[in-house]
């Protein structure tokens, strides 16, 4: 393999762990806080690229608008799960939540399934997207070299809302010790239902640009990506959002880089990262930036 | 009490006879229709009590049972397939040698089926060994990746499994007698189990980890223990199931099926084996009614199209609902036994009196 078929891999693979960081940080936020696997979330993240589509092409809203308001529609879907389906079962035994959660899921995905039919559809890239960047060499597609870059915009923001707003510290500390907090004076019900629109509407921004990718959306398409961010967060330690970013860029460039050097494992990729899962389980299941738990009594 | 506990042995004894003479009855008498049915509802029984003693009973969720199907389905398909089937079936890539060179005579199907469920134990060994350790959340995530994966395989393995055309052709050894009777065996064992001091301890696994562990239960050898059982029940389920349709291919056993059996156990109350025993029946039922609303429907001038694939939101928005409204299910975590049936005749005997 040449230095530059190396870089041109490297690149794809952290445009692709980009958006699994996008994911995995909507997978950590709501476990830290709720201790909940939101397994709807791959489900919002499909969401996000079909609600883009409809606006652009259905809709004819200019590119970024349409996106816009696509991002902005997961976000209300997100939060209207939390209260809907998961509000009501916070004091219930943790499996309820957990079969909640994927009831949630396979309900979107079905209802999905029979409203806009399992047929993919085409999305539509803006020019942006589609050029062709000669880079160091490479040949850099657009999507490949934008989709990081807006990624890390947005983490970046991201971060700067957990870390140095007030909401952020609110969300923190909801995570630490609930009760507590609600006792400070914290509208507990506020800051998780904004925890999940911020989680939503980062996986509604990774399903459009997972679209911009790979342009034919259907309604199971955020079922694989959701549950290798979910890896991702336990890799990169759950509950810790630098953490799950580092561990979306180790799963993306790993899946790539496999495929890379063994062309003719590729059919097996999935399966390579449920390897990755199944050795940090072993390994070191508190994750790379995790602390170790112990269980309260 | 050793009076009581012979008498519920002998109850017990005289439901299987009268279940086998039901059997007997329904196999002279019924249309295949029902008789079909009534197999895949014996088959939901068999994994969904299974599945019932990992999640209901020991409170570790696993959304594993359609990779285990899928794992024991295949083991029995390759098993029991005959020879110039199997040249006739790979053409693609020849099937790998020892099974290329061997099938098993009808005879030994139940042998196929320990097999199939051997192997799906073996691969819930593998899963629960790094998970099970660890707090109960990673069980969902890697048991759902599992189902997945399990899939990937089945369908990149073209010398193993024939890919995604599957295989076909598969000799129709299940019967009545064989869903009939290893849904009651599998029913008779795990409440066994359940009563025994093995399923105190995945009770107790169950209401509070912590305390259990301090009364010195061994939390990851009673997890991994019931996890495995209930890989090894959804191996069988898989093989029975698979000798009962003919073909198995990776779409057989997608997430879908796991989804049905949640709905199963759910319905019928976690923790609850006379609840997972009694909807896995229904459940069957209702799946072949429902059927019908999908159909396309012509009434008087009116015509309303069929919504194919409208069951799987009822579905999930009733597991939803269920959750909510109705966490405990029909049976809640209570049984049915031998006593409570008893005292409950003697009530109404005496309330006549």
Redesign the interface.
């Known amino acids: 393999m040449t230095w530059v078929t190396f870089f041109q891999q490297l690149m794809n693979g952290v445009s692709l762990g980009s958006l699994y960081a996008l994911l995995a940080i909507g997978y950590t936020l709501v476990?830290g806080i709720l201790?909940l696997?939101n397994?709807a979330h791959g489900d919002v993240f499909m969401l996000g690229a079909y609600f883009a589509f409809f606006m652009i092409a259905i809709f004819m809203l200019p590119w970024w608008l349409g996106v816009i308001v696509g991002i902005v529609l997961c976000a209300i879907v997100g939060m209207t799960i939390e209260r809907v389906?998961y509000r009501?079962?916070r004091d219930?035994?943790?499996?309820?939540a957990?079969?909640?959660a994927?009831?949630?899921s396979?309900?979107i995905e079905?209802?999905g399934?029979?409203t806009v039919g399992a047929r993919p559809k085409g999305f539509p890239r803006p020019d942006l997207m589609k050029n062709v960047y000669i880079l160091a060499g490479a040949r850099i597609h657009g999507v490949t070299l934008w989709v990081p870059i807006i990624s890390l915009a947005i983490l970046a923001v991201l971060l700067f809302i957990v870390y140095r707003t007030k909401m952020g510290m609110a969300m923190r500390a909801v995570a630490k010790d609930m009760e507590a907090t609600r006792l400070m004076g914290v509208n507990v019900d506020r800051v998780i239902l904004l925890t999940f629109a911020l989680g939503s509407a980062l996986a509604g921004a990774g399903g459009v640009m997972w679209a911009c990718k790979y342009p034919q959306i259907n309604p199971l398409m955020g079922?694989?990506p959701g549950?290798k961010a979910?890896?991702a967060a336990?890799v990169g330690g759950i509950g810790n959002v630098v953490g799950a970013m580092i561990g979306g860029f180790i799963i993306g460039v790993a899946e790539i880089m496999i495929a890379a050097f063994f062309p003719s494992l590729t059919?097996?990729r999935?399966?390579f990262?449920?390897g990755i899962?199944?050795f940090f389980?072993?390994i070191k299941?508190s994750g790379i930036m995790g602390e170790t738990?112990k269980?309260k009594? | 009490m050793d009076n009581k506990i012979k008498r519920d042995l002998v109850l017990t004894c005289l439901l299987f006879i009268l279940l086998m003479l039901g059997t007997w009855l329904a196999q002279l008498y019924l249309n295949s229709y029902l008789v079909r049915i009534l197999n895949t509802a014996c088959i939901y029984v068999v994994v969904a009590v299974g599945y019932n003693l990992i999640n209901g009973i020991t409170g570790q969720f696993s959304l594993g049972p359609n990779g285990f199907m899928a794992m024991g389905g295949y083991t029995v398909a390759i098993l029991m397939l005959p020879l110039a089937q199997k040249e006739q079936v790979y053409f693609i890539e020849p099937l790998i040698y020892p099974f290329s060179a061997f099938t098993f005579p009808s005879y030994l199907f139940g042998l196929a089926l320990f097999l199939g469920g051997v192997v799906a134990a073996l691969a819930a060994l593998l899963i629960g060994f790094p998970t099970l350790r660890l707090r109960g959340d990673y069980l969902a995530i890697a048991t759902f990746g599992f189902g997945e994966i399990i899939l990937v395989f089945a369908n990149n393995l073209i010398p193993l499994t024939n890919g995604a055309l599957g295989i076909k052709g598969i000799p129709g050894y299940t019967n009545l007698w064989w869903t009939v009777g290893l849904a009651f065996l599998t029913v008779f064992l795990v409440k066994s189990l359940v009563n025994s001091s093995f399923g105190r301890a995945f009770k107790a696994i169950r209401e509070n980890e912590v305390a259990a562990e301090a009364m010195g239960i061994n939390l990851f050898r009673h997890k991994l223990l019931a996890f495995v059982i209930s890989g090894f029940c959804a191996g069988v389920g898989g093989g029975l199931f698979v000798t009962l349709i003919g073909t198995v291919s990776p779409s057989l056993f997608t997430f879908t099926m796991t989804f049905n059996l949640l709905i199963i156990i759910v319905l019928g109350g976690l923790g609850s084996i006379t609840g997972s025993t009694i909807t896995a029946v229904i459940f069957a039922f209702l799946q072949e009614i429902l059927r019908e609303v999908e159909a396309p429907h012509t009434i008087g001038s009116w015509s309303l199209p069929g919504i194919p694939g409208m069951r799987m939101v009822v579905f999930s928005a009733l597991l939803v609902v269920l959750m909510i409204f109705y966490r405990r299910g029909l049976f809640g975590n209570k049984e049915l036994s031998w006593q409570l049936v008893i005292d409950w005749v003697s009530r109404s005997k005496n309330g006549k009196a």
Do not use: K
């Open positions: 476990y201790g696997i397994f389906a009501p079962l219930a035994p943790r499996i309820s957990l079969i909640t994927v009831g949630v396979f309900f079905n209802l399934l029979v079922v694989f549950w979910f890896t336990v059919g097996y999935d399966a990262v449920f899962l199944i389980l072993l299941p738990l269980e009594v």
